[in-house]
């Protein structure tokens, strides 16, 4: 029996978003150059300096949070919207589709509105459908979100922190004293020189550097 919750760290939390599958009367997103239409939201800008986005605030102060965001094409005139972030996260939205996808960290600091916009330099004619987004890295607590991330594969750590211990994601709970346990770890890339540590609550019990499956009391 695995002990570990959602050992891959694919598993996500509930979906932020309210009303992403844009019901008619919805007052959840606050619209500009968008409207509320039966097969979701359609994003239009007629000249390429004009904006249009839609947004809504997301509960949970997000900054330095994983997240992934779905998303549906329904219809496209060929162009781009993007996420607000620092910088505009592009989405594809080029041609139709369903479950799209976009991983990333909430480095916003001046919001915790979700803004889905044209990408700028686009001239946009796009209807979008079920947005949501959900949090990464489920059952599992970031000792310090800055420096690593859950990503759509798996953890990934870009920072290191020798003898501090605060470059670390942990769940509580999990063992017991004096009882033996058995781990495995894969470790799809690392630097060279780097180690990952495992940690018991109390002690650095392993350090490796690749994948394999190691034992401990």
């Known amino acids: 029996i695995n002990l570990v919750s959602n050992p891959n760290f694919t598993e996500t939390g509930t979906d932020l978003v309210v009303d992403g599958?844009?019901?008619?009367?919805?007052?959840?997103w606050s619209l500009f150059n968008a409207t509320l239409e039966s097969g979701g939201v359609r994003i239009v800008n007629p000249l390429v300096g004009d904006n249009a986005y839609?947004?809504?605030?997301?509960s949970g102060s997000p900054l330095g949070k994983s997240f992934v965001l779905t998303y549906d094409v329904i219809a496209t005139n060929g162009n781009l919207l993007a996420v607000?972030?620092?910088?505009a996260l592009e989405l594809d939205t080029s041609t139709t589709g369903t479950?799209?996808?976009?991983y990333f960290v909430w480095d916003r600091v001046s919001s915790d509105s979700l803004v889905i916009k044209r990408k700028p330099?686009?001239?946009?004619?796009?209807?979008?459908?079920?947005?949501r987004l959900e949090e990464l890295g489920a059952d599992w607590t970031a000792a310090d979100s800055g420096v690593m991330s859950f990503v759509e594969d798996g953890l990934?750590?870009?920072a290191v922190n020798y003898g501090v211990g605060d470059n670390r994601v942990y769940q509580s709970n999990v063992t017991e004293d004096n009882k033996s346990y058995k781990y495995t770890i894969t470790i799809e890339e690392i630097t060279a020189g780097c180690n990952i540590l495992i940690f018991d609550g109390a002690n650095y019990i392993n350090s490796q550097s690749t994948t394999g499956t190691f034992y401990f009391t």
């Open 84 to 87: 607000e972030q620092i910088n």
């Open 121 to 131: 330099g686009n001239i946009v004619d796009i209807t979008i459908d079920n947005v």
């Open 99 to 102: 479950n799209r996808t976009l």
């Open 21 to 28: 599958d844009f019901p008619s009367g919805s007052t959840a």
């Open 156 to 158: 990934k750590i870009t």
């Open 54 to 58: 839609i947004t809504q605030v997301i």
